[in-house]
Protein backbone atom coordinates (compact mmCIF):
# COMPACT_ATOMS: atom_id res chain seq x y z
CA UNK A 1 0.00 0.00 0.00
CA UNK A 2 1.65 3.77 -0.42
CA UNK A 3 2.61 5.78 2.45
CA UNK A 4 0.44 7.56 3.98
CA UNK A 5 0.88 11.43 2.87
CA UNK A 6 2.50 13.30 6.20
CA UNK A 7 0.33 16.43 6.68
CA UNK A 8 3.91 17.64 7.83
CA UNK A 9 5.41 17.98 4.83
CA UNK A 10 7.91 20.35 4.02
CA UNK A 11 7.10 23.48 2.38
CA UNK A 12 8.81 24.83 -0.95
CA UNK A 13 11.45 26.79 -1.20
CA UNK A 14 12.68 29.34 -3.53
CA UNK A 15 11.44 33.17 -3.99
CA UNK A 16 8.35 34.53 -3.26
CA UNK A 17 6.91 38.12 -3.97
CA UNK A 18 3.42 39.40 -2.34
CA UNK A 19 0.73 42.50 -2.24
CA UNK A 20 -1.62 42.82 0.47
CA UNK A 21 -3.67 45.54 2.39
CA UNK A 22 -2.62 45.98 5.95
CA UNK A 23 -4.61 47.13 9.01
CA UNK A 24 -2.79 48.34 11.88
CA UNK A 25 -2.90 50.86 14.93
CA UNK A 26 -0.08 53.05 14.85
CA UNK A 27 -1.71 55.95 16.97
CA UNK A 28 -4.19 55.21 20.17
CA UNK A 29 -7.58 54.91 19.47
CA UNK A 30 -6.88 55.20 15.62
CA UNK A 31 -6.89 52.76 12.68
CA UNK A 32 -4.63 52.99 9.74
CA UNK A 33 -5.28 51.01 6.68
CA UNK A 34 -3.12 51.15 3.63
CA UNK A 35 -0.57 48.61 1.37
CA UNK A 36 2.33 46.45 1.66
CA UNK A 37 4.88 44.67 -1.21
CA UNK A 38 6.97 42.37 -0.32
CA UNK A 39 9.72 39.84 -1.44
CA UNK A 40 10.70 36.65 0.44
CA UNK A 41 13.40 34.17 -0.18
CA UNK A 42 13.13 30.71 1.63
CA UNK A 43 15.41 27.80 1.94
CA UNK A 44 15.38 24.24 2.80
CA UNK A 45 17.44 23.52 6.31
CA UNK A 46 18.42 20.52 8.19
CA UNK A 47 15.31 18.56 9.87
CA UNK A 48 12.99 19.46 6.97
CA UNK A 49 12.47 22.90 7.92
CA UNK A 50 12.34 25.64 5.51
CA UNK A 51 13.20 28.95 7.28
CA UNK A 52 12.50 31.99 5.16
CA UNK A 53 13.44 35.48 5.47
CA UNK A 54 11.19 38.46 3.59
CA UNK A 55 11.72 42.08 3.29
CA UNK A 56 8.77 44.65 2.77
CA UNK A 57 7.24 47.70 1.69
CA UNK A 58 4.60 49.22 4.01
CA UNK A 59 2.41 52.53 2.91
CA UNK A 60 -0.39 52.93 5.55
CA UNK A 61 -1.94 56.73 4.46
CA UNK A 62 -5.32 56.89 6.25
CA UNK A 63 -7.35 56.73 9.60
CA UNK A 64 -10.65 54.76 9.11
CA UNK A 65 -11.33 54.72 13.06
CA UNK A 66 -10.71 58.04 15.01
CA UNK A 67 -10.98 58.97 17.97
CA UNK A 68 -12.81 61.94 17.39
CA UNK A 69 -9.90 64.19 16.65
CA UNK A 70 -9.33 65.29 12.73
CA UNK A 71 -5.69 64.00 12.83
CA UNK A 72 -3.99 62.37 9.61
CA UNK A 73 -1.34 59.70 10.02
CA UNK A 74 0.85 58.44 7.24
CA UNK A 75 3.88 55.53 7.77
CA UNK A 76 6.21 54.65 4.86
CA UNK A 77 8.21 51.36 6.69
CA UNK A 78 10.74 48.75 5.64
CA UNK A 79 10.56 45.80 7.71
CA UNK A 80 12.56 42.48 7.49
CA UNK A 81 10.75 39.26 8.90
CA UNK A 82 12.09 35.84 9.61
CA UNK A 83 10.30 32.58 9.80
CA UNK A 84 12.30 29.64 11.61
CA UNK A 85 10.54 27.43 8.93
CA UNK A 86 8.05 25.77 12.48
CA UNK A 87 4.51 25.27 11.03
CA UNK A 88 2.14 23.40 11.82
CA UNK A 89 0.94 22.02 7.79
CA UNK A 90 -2.22 20.83 6.65
CA UNK A 91 -4.68 22.76 3.63
CA UNK A 92 -4.07 25.73 5.80
CA UNK A 93 -0.21 26.43 7.12
CA UNK A 94 0.16 28.18 10.01
CA UNK A 95 3.95 29.63 10.80
CA UNK A 96 5.08 32.32 13.68
CA UNK A 97 7.51 34.53 12.64
CA UNK A 98 9.72 37.78 13.67
CA UNK A 99 9.84 41.31 12.39
CA UNK A 100 11.69 44.53 12.77
CA UNK A 101 10.68 47.46 11.19
CA UNK A 102 12.21 51.15 10.68
CA UNK A 103 10.20 53.93 9.12
CA UNK A 104 8.85 57.53 9.22
CA UNK A 105 5.52 58.51 11.27
CA UNK A 106 3.68 61.49 9.99
CA UNK A 107 1.06 63.04 11.60
CA UNK A 108 -1.24 66.30 10.52
CA UNK A 109 -4.08 67.52 12.66
CA UNK A 110 -6.25 68.77 10.71
CA UNK A 111 -8.79 70.56 13.60
CA UNK A 112 -6.25 73.34 13.76
CA UNK A 113 -6.71 76.86 11.37
CA UNK A 114 -2.86 76.21 10.10
CA UNK A 115 -2.58 72.21 10.12
CA UNK A 116 0.97 71.57 10.09
CA UNK A 117 2.57 68.17 9.38
CA UNK A 118 5.12 66.32 11.84
CA UNK A 119 7.55 63.41 10.70
CA UNK A 120 9.45 61.44 13.51
CA UNK A 121 11.06 58.07 13.41
CA UNK A 122 9.08 54.59 13.61
CA UNK A 123 11.55 51.91 15.37
CA UNK A 124 9.73 48.71 16.11
CA UNK A 125 9.88 44.86 16.95
CA UNK A 126 7.66 42.38 16.75
CA UNK A 127 5.96 38.94 16.17
CA UNK A 128 3.32 37.82 13.99
CA UNK A 129 1.58 34.51 12.95
CA UNK A 130 1.15 33.78 9.04
CA UNK A 131 -1.54 31.61 7.93
CA UNK A 132 -1.05 30.86 4.05
CA UNK A 133 -2.77 28.51 1.84
CA UNK A 134 -2.72 27.52 -2.38
CA UNK A 135 -5.33 28.80 -4.63
CA UNK A 136 -5.58 25.48 -6.50
CA UNK A 137 -2.95 24.67 -8.85
CA UNK A 138 -2.32 28.36 -9.75
CA UNK A 139 0.71 29.56 -8.20
CA UNK A 140 -0.12 31.91 -6.07
CA UNK A 141 -1.14 31.62 -2.40
CA UNK A 142 -3.75 33.41 -0.34
CA UNK A 143 -2.11 34.60 3.00
CA UNK A 144 -3.26 36.17 6.20
CA UNK A 145 -1.37 37.68 9.23
CA UNK A 146 -1.72 38.80 12.41
CA UNK A 147 1.13 40.76 14.38
CA UNK A 148 1.86 42.77 17.16
CA UNK A 149 4.64 45.36 17.05
CA UNK A 150 6.29 47.00 19.90
CA UNK A 151 7.64 50.66 19.34
CA UNK A 152 10.78 51.29 20.42
CA UNK A 153 10.76 54.88 20.35
CA UNK A 154 7.65 56.16 22.37
CA UNK A 155 6.02 59.10 20.28
CA UNK A 156 3.26 61.70 21.10
CA UNK A 157 1.98 64.43 18.95
CA UNK A 158 0.76 67.72 20.51
CA UNK A 159 -1.32 71.20 18.88
CA UNK A 160 0.09 74.58 20.91
CA UNK A 161 -2.55 76.54 19.72
CA UNK A 162 -4.73 75.41 21.44
CA UNK A 163 -2.05 73.33 23.66
CA UNK A 164 -3.32 69.54 23.74
CA UNK A 165 -2.00 66.18 23.29
CA UNK A 166 -3.20 64.80 19.66
CA UNK A 167 -2.40 60.81 19.07
CA UNK A 168 0.80 58.69 20.85
CA UNK A 169 2.21 55.84 19.73
CA UNK A 170 0.22 52.59 21.64
CA UNK A 171 2.10 50.24 23.41
CA UNK A 172 1.55 47.27 21.36
CA UNK A 173 0.36 48.34 18.03
CA UNK A 174 -1.48 45.20 16.51
CA UNK A 175 -1.47 44.53 12.83
CA UNK A 176 -3.49 42.32 10.09
CA UNK A 177 -2.48 41.95 6.75
CA UNK A 178 -4.80 40.05 3.65
CA UNK A 179 -2.63 39.33 0.36
CA UNK A 180 -1.73 37.10 -2.44
CA UNK A 181 1.64 35.53 -2.76
CA UNK A 182 3.12 33.81 -6.07
CA UNK A 183 6.25 31.50 -6.41
CA UNK A 184 8.88 32.46 -8.88
Do not use: M, Y
Request: charged content about 15%.
Amino acid sequence: PPAPRSSLAPRSSGFEVAAGLVASELLSSSLSAGAGISARLAAPARGGLTPSAALALIFLPTDFLQSGDDLGIRLTELTVTGCPGWALRSRVEVEPCARAGVGRLSATDHSVTNPRSVDRSWWSAGALLRATTPVGNSGFTLEVTAGVDLPLVKRSFVTTTPSRGVGQTPTLAPDLTLGVVHSL
